[in-house]
């Protein structure tokens, strides 16, 4: 794949800047986007349901008075849910991945985004009626257009994207990845991102360690304890180190809006597990030595 994008190692998941989350002033939005390009956070990922259809709007009303040049960060979108809210009429949740509807909403996300094209497209979820012809024609009229650079997927398996790439190549595949869901490692998705050097991105990647109390997050907190006080950093930042390790080169798509969590997300970067750190985490989470 030539001209690949050079994305940020930590990613903006900006789903809950908007209604779905801490409902930021457009003043707040706008200080959030250079703050985090000012600290090598240069990514921004998106998608056209978040917010129940209004947080790219919401965002580029923002970026459009922020001080933040448009060459200077990436954009990334996904497109494909059809979602019950107010903003659509649909009756049941499903999936459109018809050539008419991915233009559309590319055009639409553009257009919310107040740029010209987005860096990065992907398709949210895979749907069981996705037609690999019709997707690439649509993507390729993007691509042509100029209206996207890459296009990618999002919560795809190996064989999913397979049989997209009998018709199109996919750049990228974000998924759900942590300490705390790392089965993907074991299934061949991050395997097929190396084979075919496609960019990994990790969703929710710092898991369910915040979220639940149980045995699991005592094994796991006792280890970082150790670590916590040798890195001199907090719990997140090494449960990111942990996914950074990866050889797939995971890029986390970190969802908070504190400005002081998103520089202290960045500085994750630069901790390097050593190996019996990395797989004494494993284990921790697991709750079982390694085969």
Known sequence: MKNRITYSNIIAGTMTWGSWGKNLTKGE???????????????????DIYGGYDNEEAFG????????????????????IQY?????????????????????????SLKKLKTDYLDLFLLHRPSPLMQPDEIAEAVLYLQKEGKIREFGVSNFSPS?????ESAIPVSANQVEFSLTAE????????D?????????????????????ANKRKKRIKKVLKQLKKKYKANSNQILLAWILKHPSKVHPVVGTTSKERLVASARATEIDLELEEWFSLLVASQGHKVP
């Not at 009303?61 to 494909?80: M, P, V």
């Not at 949740?93 to 233009?103: F, T």
Request: net charge negative; aromatic share 14%.
């Open 61 to 80: 009303n923002a970026f459009f008075q922020s001080s933040t040049q448009r060459q200077d960060l990436q954009l990334i979108s996904k497109c494909g």
């Open 29 to 47: 939005m706008t200080g959030l986007i250079d703050y985090c390009v000012e600290n090598g956070i240069t990514t921004f990922d998106h998608a």
């Open 84 to 108: 019950v809210c107010n903003a659509r009429d649909n009756k049941v949740k499903h999936y459109d991945y018809s050539r008419e509807y991915i233009v559309w909403s590319a055009e639409r």
């Open 192 to 212: 097929d991102c190396i084979i075919h050097n496609r960019t990994a991105m990790a969703w929710s990647p710092l898991g369910s360690f915040f979220r639940e």
């Open 183 to 190: 089965k993907l490692m074991f299934d061949g998705t991050f």
């Open 160 to 164: 999913q994207i397979a049989l997209l």
